[in-house]
């Protein structure tokens, strides 16, 4: 079955650096990839995703990548702030809409 | 509009007891999804209806947990016999069909002790 991967599982930025967190699947057949924020006590939002035809996307200051080839995609955050502090989960969408998540990254954004 | 929204909030249960968490999802979205969430961890996917049929129970871990969505809305998890090892937070999502963004529910907290 699907399997993703997602480093680092802690990222440390100070504020105003870049954050760039990475995932990796394993079913090719794979063909969408969320990326979620879930902040402390809080449900997961969604942020941000593509779908296997698209190689980039970009919304402001958060962009996702994607490489079908090599089975990984990773989302960029730029100009982070404080209120970026937060746990990120990659996930990725099968033919079937089985929904699989990594196991999250927490960013600390210091101030 | 209204959101998804959960019952109960939180539930602490006997170990050996019977429990069912219940899910209304967003109107009008036919595809509803059941998550398990351990601290620390990324939801883990449990099972995903298709309108009122499971499209895709392979994450349910043994025969004590079982779902139902009966009209294609509302959605009830049932946990038989439950064991500590349940203790989680369980998620709601659903998405208008399947493909796109999920919305998530605020999850059930349940505590088996």
């Known amino acids: 079955g699907e399997n993703v991967e997602q480093h680092p599982s802690t990222l440390s930025v100070q504020e105003g650096d870049s954050a760039v967190i990475k995932c990796t699947y394993s079913d090719s057949a794979s063909n969408y990839f969320p990326w979620y924020k879930q902040e402390l006590g809080k449900r997961p939002q969604l942020i941000i995703d593509i779908r296997s035809n698209v190689g980039e996307k970009k919304d402001q200051r958060i962009a996702v990548t994607l490489n079908k080839t090599a089975k990984h995609f990773s989302l960029h955050i730029t100009e982070t702030q404080p209120e970026d502090s937060a746990v990120y989960f990659c996930a990725a969408n099968t033919g079937g809409f089985k929904t699989i998540f990594g196991a999250g990254t927490r960013l600390f954004v210091k101030a | 509009g209204a959101g998804v929204s959960q019952t109960p909030s939180n539930k602490v249960t006997e170990k050996g007891k019977y429990v069912e968490l219940r899910c209304d999802p967003i109107?009008?979205?036919?595809?509803l999804y059941w998550y398990r969430q351990s601290l620390g961890q990324g939801p883990e996917f449990l099972i995903y209806f298709q309108g009122t049929g499971a499209a895709d129970d392979s994450g349910l871990p043994n025969d004590r947990f079982f779902a139902v969505r009966p009209e294609g809305s509302v959605s009830t998890l049932k946990i038989q016999r439950t064991e500590r090892g349940d203790s989680a937070v369980y998620l709601c999502?659903?998405?208008?069909?399947?493909?796109?963004?999920?919305?998530f529910g605020p999850g059930t907290r349940l505590t088996v002790t």
């Open positions: 109107s009008g979205h036919t595809a």
């Open positions: 999502a659903s998405s208008l069909t399947g493909a796109e963004e999920q919305y």
